[in-house]
C-alpha cells in the first residue's frame, strides 16, 4: 500500500516541551514538504527537501526544525520556541511537481 | 514571491448546479496551477490540474481555465452532488517538468452542496 503516511494523528504538547512529528513515504519521491493549516489560512510552508541530507526553510520556519537523513523520512520537531503550535500539519512529497499529502496530524497544546 | 488570491471563501449551491472558484496568481513565470480537494479531517487530494501551454482542462464533471494574459485560472464542478461538499485549495507554482519546486496555495474556499 502505497503513500504518504503521518503520525501521530493526534498530538498534545506540555508547555516548554519539544515534539516531533513523523512523515514517511514509500513513493519514492526526492522532494518533501511540511506545512502548517490554520482555519482559514490555507496551507503555509514551513520547511521543504528537495533530496536527502538538504532542506530549505518556507515562510513560516520560526519555531520548527527538520531532517532529511533518508528518502523516505522527513521528521518535524515543533520546538518550545513556538508559542502557538496548535494547529493542523500537513506533510507532501511530490514528483513532476505534482504534491501528494498525508492524512495530517492535529497538535494541541495542553 | 508568488502570491495567490481565491474568491469565493465560501460557496453555497443546490445539488445540480454548477460552481466556480477563482484564483488569482502575481508571478508570471508560474507555470503550473493543481486544484485540491479536502474533506474534513483528512489531507488535500489532487482533483486536476493545468500546465501554461494549455488553456482548459476537463475531467468529467470538473474542468479548470487558465487564462494567462490575466493571471487567473478557475475550477468549474458542474452537475454538483452532495459527496462535493469540501474545501477547495488553488496553487501555483514555476515547476518544469520533472521538477519539484514548491506550491503557493490559496487560502481555501469551503463548498457546501445542498440536497
Known amino acids: 500500500d502505497g503513500g504518504i503516511t503521518q503520525s501521530p494523528k493526534y498530538l498534545f504538547r506540555k508547555e516548554g516541551q519539544n515534539v516531533t512529528l513523523s512523515c514517511e513515504q514509500n513513493l519514492n519521491h526526492d522532494a518533501m514538504y511540511w506545512y502548517r493549516q490554520d482555519p482559514g489560512q490555507g496551507l503555509r510552508l514551513i520547511y521543504y527537501?528537495?533530496?536527502?541530507?538538504?532542506?530549505q526553510k518556507g515562510d513560516i520556519a520560526e519555531g520548527y526544525s527538520v531532517s532529511r537523513e533518508k528518502k523516505e523520512s522527513f521528521p518535524l520537531t515543533v520546538t518550545s520556541a513556538q508559542k502557538n503550535p496548535t494547529a493542523f500539519y500537513l506533510c507532501?512529497?511530490?514528483?513532476?511537481?505534482?504534491?501528494?499529502f498525508g492524512a495530517g496530524t492535529r497538535l494541541s497544546v495542553l | 514571491g508568488e502570491n495567490v488570491e481565491q474568491h469565493p471563501s465560501t460557496l453555497s449551491v443546490q445539488e445540480g448546479d454548477s460552481a466556480v472558484i477563482k484564483c488569482t496568481y502575481s508571478?508570471?513565470?508560474?507555470?503550473?496551477f493543481p486544484w485540491y480537494k479536502q474533506e474534513l479531517g483528512k489531507g488535500p487530494q489532487l482533483i486536476i490540474d493545468i500546465r501554461s501551454n494549455v488553456g482548459e482542462k476537463k475531467d468529467q464533471r470538473i474542468a479548470v481555465t487558465l487564462n494567462k494574459t490575466a493571471k487567473h485560472f478557475s475550477l468549474h464542478i458542474t452537475e454538483t452532488q452532495p459527496e462535493d461538499s469540501a474545501v477547495y485549495f488553488c496553487a501555483a507554482s514555476k515547476g518544469v517538468e520533472g521538477g519539484s519546486e514548491k506550491l503557493v496555495f490559496g487560502k481555501g474556499t469551503k463548498l457546501t452542496v445542498n440536497p
Open positions: 508571478d508570471s513565470a508560474s507555470n503550473y
Open positions: 527537501s528537495q533530496i536527502v541530507n538538504d532542506f
Open positions: 507532501a512529497s511530490s514528483i513532476a511537481n505534482i504534491q501528494y
